[in-house]
Nanobody, 126 residues
Framework: QVQLVESGGGSAQAGGSLRLSCAAS????????MGWFRQAPGKEREGVAA????????YYADSAKGRFTISRDNAKNTLYLQMNSLKPEDTAMYYC???????????????????WGQGTQVTVSS
C-alpha cells in the first residue's frame, strides 16, 4: 500500500533553515507527481510546492518562492523541501502528498492528491 512518511520538522529561529524529507513506498514513485502542503491551526490546508515525476516542472506558492526548494531523488524514493529564511508564519504541520496516477500536478487543487502522509510539525519562533 502507498505510504508516505515525513521527517525533518522541528523548531527553528526566524531566518533559519529546515529540510523536510518524505519517504515514499508502495507505488511507482518515479512515475508520480509529488507535493508539499501545510496547515496552520485554524487555517485551511494550503499548497506549498509541487514537482512532476521527472523533477523538472515545479510549482511554488507565492509564500514559498525564493525561500523554499522542492526536489526529489527517484533512486531513493524520497521527496525533499529545503526551507530557508524561515518566518514565524511558516509555522504549520507540513504534509507530503502524491497522485500515483499523475505525472504532473499542481498545488492549486489538493483534491488532485490521493495519498497523504501523517505530517511533520514545523515551528518557527521570532
Amino acid at each position: 500500500q502507498v505510504q508516505l512518511v515525513e521527517s525533518g520538522g522541528g523548531s527553528a529561529q526566524a531566518g533559519g533553515s529546515l529540510r523536510l524529507s518524505c519517504a515514499a513506498s508502495g507505488y511507482a514513485y518515479s512515475s508520480s507527481c509529488m507535493g508539499w502542503f501545510r496547515q496552520a491551526p485554524g487555517k485551511e490546508r494550503e499548497g506549498v510546492a509541487a514537482v512532476d515525476a521527472r523533477g523538472v516542472i515545479v510549482y511554488y506558492a507565492d509564500s514559498a518562492k525564493g525561500r523554499f526548494t522542492i526536489s526529489r531523488d527517484n533512486a531513493k524514493n524520497t521527496l525533499y523541501l529545503q526551507m530557508n529564511s524561515l518566518k514565524p508564519e511558516d509555522t504549520a504541520m507540513y504534509y507530503c502528498a502524491t497522485n500515483p496516477y499523475a505525472r504532473t500536478c499542481s498545488i492549486w487543487d489538493p483534491s488532485e492528491f490521493t495519498f497523504w502522509g501523517q505530517g511533520t510539525q514545523v515551528t518557527v519562533s521570532s
